[in-house]
């Protein structure tokens, strides 16, 4: 009697163990973030989620999806640009799941695959701009990928929401190149600054010599008070022009 009683009470046991196993295989809870792709008998069935669902254990399988954006670093890439510069250049990556189905489906791993086709398309889209462009209009670059990258991705269920190119690193050779073209820029403009600065001043100098050669007693007036300017400082030698008009008078006396 006592074997027949321990064979039931052990029978008893596995079958409350397997009961607990499968209710536990059966309920799932799924978080706000989190969507289950449910597989009956290994073809696709729905997307159940978020909170608690039921499955039935064996025949039905699920695969957790998370909906939130991942943070995803783009690696350095080695980079020729289109004016034959090298550089490296590394960014960051926005992403998110919008369509379970999609991303468990129609691709193996979503986010490595996200991942290498962010790697190719920086080394493409930068490998068709200057230096120039990358340096200074890294907002349009931005744009760009994530236009090309978003179309490529939406047959895998994934929205890139942003691109941000983070560095572009340069040799020593190109800074110094750069910080020569650099002050060989401020040269030009300081020299044309100078030159329009002349131009200015030679048409006032002709628009005062025009209004001078009116009246002769201007260009008199003019000297006398130079005369003054200078005459201020008492360390130094004055040099005055006499014009040959004053002069004129005494000459024409001592001809007499």
Known sequence: MDAIYSSEQLFTAVVVILLLGILY?????????????????????????????????????????????????VPSQDVISRDNVSVRVNAVLYC???????????????????????QTTLRSVLGQHELDEMLANREMLNTDIQEILDARTDGWGIKVSNVEIKHVDLNESMIRAIAKQAEA??????????????????????????????????ILLRYLQTLTEIAGEKNSTILFPLPMDLLQGLLDKNKK
């Open 96 to 118: 998110r799941v919008i369509d379970p189905q999609k991303a468990i489906i129609n691709v193996e791993d979503y986010l490595q695959a996200t991942s290498q086709l962010a």
């Open 25 to 73: 295989a059966a309920f799932k809870i799924l978080r706000e973030y989190e969507r289950g792709v449910i597989f009956l008998l290994g073809r696709f069935y729905k997307v159940k989620g978020p909170g608690l669902i039921i499955i039935i254990p064996f025949i039905q399988q699920m695969v957790r999806v998370d909906l939130r954006t991942v943070v995803m670093d």
């Open 185 to 218: 820029e401020r040269t030009r403009r300081a020299k044309v600054i100078h030159a329009s600065g002349e131009m200015e001043a030679s048409d006032k100098l002709v628009t005062a010599a025009e209004k001078l050669a009116a009246e002769p007693n201007a």
